[in-house]
T-cell receptor, first 109, second 111 residues
Framework: RKEVEQDPGPFNVPEGATVAFNCTYSNSASQSFFWYRQDCRKEPKLLMSVYSSGNEDGRFTAQLNRASQYISLLIRDSKLSDSATYLCVVNEGTYKYIFGTGTRLKVLA | DAMVIQNPRYQVTQFGKPVTLSCSQTLNHNVMYWYQQKSSQAPKLLFHYYDKDFNNEADTPDNFQSRRPNTSFCFLDIRSPGLGDAAMYLC??????????FGPGMRLLVL
């Protein structure tokens, strides 16, 4: 089993749609969690950290479920500019960050 | 603005010709990382520095070396690049256990 698993997609959704991605992790001792966005041929950019109580930033909502060992990202009212790869990152210790392979999202006009 | 800088953004080298990638940061983070990312794959950690302490990943080839002369700079040396080393190389920084911030990456082409 991979340490961090994501559905690679692509998720093709129309503009305005709501889309959700899940990410599962294998290490129950994982300490912190992040969603990054990566555009083609660019570096990963932090979208949001994921807090135990869940958190929201505009159209984006992140949730953490420690019991089932997954995190989720919900994007409401999708924009064309949301098209990207979304990377789930799990921190297992001070220096150990485990990346998922990413979920590709394409928002269609 | 505080940031992570990688120059150049693109580099072409010949098979077997040593190449050095550079990274600098103005965030004053004590941890610096080098990742290799190939197309449609997750970034793969090569090594990291915590201050001056170097930590090599077990599966990082000997062909890859690193130097960190001071807090701000970190270098990745590829001693004898092979065709399989063509990739994007990402430098990242963080405070220990906190959010990582990535540089823009350097795309290496090996001819």
């Amino acid at each position: 089993r991979k340490e961090v698993e994501q559905d690679p997609g692509p998720f093709n959704v129309p503009e305005g749609a709501t889309v959700a991605f899940n990410c599962t992790y294998s290490n129950s001792a994982s300490q912190s969690f992040f969603w990054y966005r990566q555009d083609c041929r660019k570096e990963p950019k932090l979208l949001m950290s994921v807090y135990s109580s869940g958190n929201e930033d505009g159209r984006f909502t992140a949730q953490l479920n420690r019991a089932s060992q997954y995190i989720s990202l919900l994007i409401r009212d999708s924009k064309l500019s949301d098209s990207a790869t979304y990377l789930c990152v799990v921190n297992e210790g001070t220096y150990k960050y485990i990346f998922g392979t990413g979920t590709r999202l394409k928002v269609l006009a | 603005d505080a940031m992570v800088i990688q120059n150049p953004r693109y580099q072409v080298t010949q098979f077997g010709k040593p190449v050095t990638l550079s990274c600098s940061q103005t965030l004053n983070h004590n941890v610096m990382y080098w990742y290799q990312q190939k197309s449609s794959q997750a970034p793969k950690l090569l090594f990291h520095y915590y201050d001056k302490d170097f930590n090599n990943e077990a599966d990082t080839p000997d062909n890859f070396q690193s130097r960190r002369p001071n807090t701000s700079f970190c270098f990745l040396d590829i001693r004898s690049p092979g065709l399989g080393d063509a990739a994007m190389y990402l430098c990242a920084t963080s405070r220990a256990g906190k959010t990582q911030y990535f540089g823009p990456g350097m795309r290496l082409l090996v001819l």
